[in-house]
């Protein structure tokens, strides 16, 4: 996945105005929302994988969720799913287009939460929240 380059942070007289992205917003992240998928579409990321690979690639998921989280992400076209025939079938995933397509943004959201959202155990996720001023 490529990383975009970091900017900084720009300081803005007024607030940034999005043309009314609820509904679109609401669709995003009802599928991206959900747990494991961010992580799947990134580990697909890497390449084209079997159903093992990308357990390995995606820590900590279950194969139930897995299988579950995979058939969303092809139902949905972000993920292409292939089985090569043969007297031993293998399935393979692959990143769609649309799925590629949201590479880019995947990627500016990594680079966001490493600027702004501290590490898990860090001192600064430590640190009880501050109210606002």
Known sequence: MTTPRRAQPAHRSEPLRLPEPLPTLTRAF???GKRW???I???LAKGPADFAQIRERVPG???RMLAQRLQELTTVDL???TVQPGPSPRTHYTLSAHGNAFL???AALAVWAE???PASGSPASLRPP???R
């Open 79 to 81: 993920v292409a799913r």
């Open 37 to 39: 998928n961010g992580l």
């Open 104 to 106: 880019i943004p995947l």
């Open 61 to 63: 998921i279950s194969d």
């Open 130 to 132: 501050t109210p606002d």
């Open 41 to 43: 579409i990134a580990a």
């Open 115 to 117: 600027d702004h959202l």
């Open 30 to 32: 009802a599928l991206l």
